[in-house]
């Protein structure tokens, strides 16, 4: 299958947050502070001009301890007749060479756990202990240092 990656709007990528990640709530209610935030990255990846994933990135303070340049992953998720394809990885690695592109020096994000295979595979490694978010499952805090830092994690 051929796909590619590129930016995409906000407007475009709360739709596939509404439809996948969270159906309860409106498009316009999955935007967070960071989705506004002028450096903030939306990706879509596109099969014959058809959105079929999407993954954001936008600067965030880690809430565990303070680290300079630190972005935070969210909203990822590809239409179902397209997993298992390679597209969400895709999207994993388009975002963070734009990250590093960006001077980032720190990601992190909140994965479901079915995902961390997926994240190691990206050069992210687990923080914390595993946690329930509600009726979603399990998750984990994910980090990933993209730069040299005096921060021990
Ligand atoms: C998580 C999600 C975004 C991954 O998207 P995806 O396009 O299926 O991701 P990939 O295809 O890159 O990887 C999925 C699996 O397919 C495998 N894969 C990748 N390319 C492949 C290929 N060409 N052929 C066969 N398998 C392949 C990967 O190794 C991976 O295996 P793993 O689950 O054992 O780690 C998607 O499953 C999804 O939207 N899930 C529901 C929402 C969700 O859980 N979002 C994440 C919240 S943290």
Not at 2 to 10: A, G, K, Q, S, V
Not at 12 to 24: A, D, E, G, Q, W
Not at 122 to 145: K, L, M, N, W
């Amino acid at each position: 299958m051929f796909f590619n990656i590129r930016e995409t709007r906000l407007a475009n990528v709360v739709l596939v947050r509404h439809h996948i990640l969270r159906p309860h709530q409106t498009p316009e209610e999955t935007i967070s502070r960071g989705d506004l935030h002028p450096d903030a990255i939306h990706l879509g990846a596109y099969s014959d001009e058809s959105l079929i994933g999407v993954l954001s990135a936008g600067p965030e303070p880690f809430p565990h301890k303070e680290v300079a340049r630190c972005w935070r992953l969210r909203g990822f998720a590809v239409y179902p007749d397209y997993r298992g394809r390679g597209v969400g990885s895709a999207l994993v690695e388009a975002i963070i060479s734009l990250l590093r592109a960006r001077e980032c020096s720190f990601v992190w994000g909140l994965a479901r756990v079915s995902v961390l295979g997926l994240y190691s595979r990206a050069g992210f490694r687990t923080y914390g202990e595993v946690f329930d978010i509600g009726h979603v499952g399990p998750h984990c805090t994910i980090v990933s240092q993209l730069r040299e830092s005096n921060v021990d994690l």
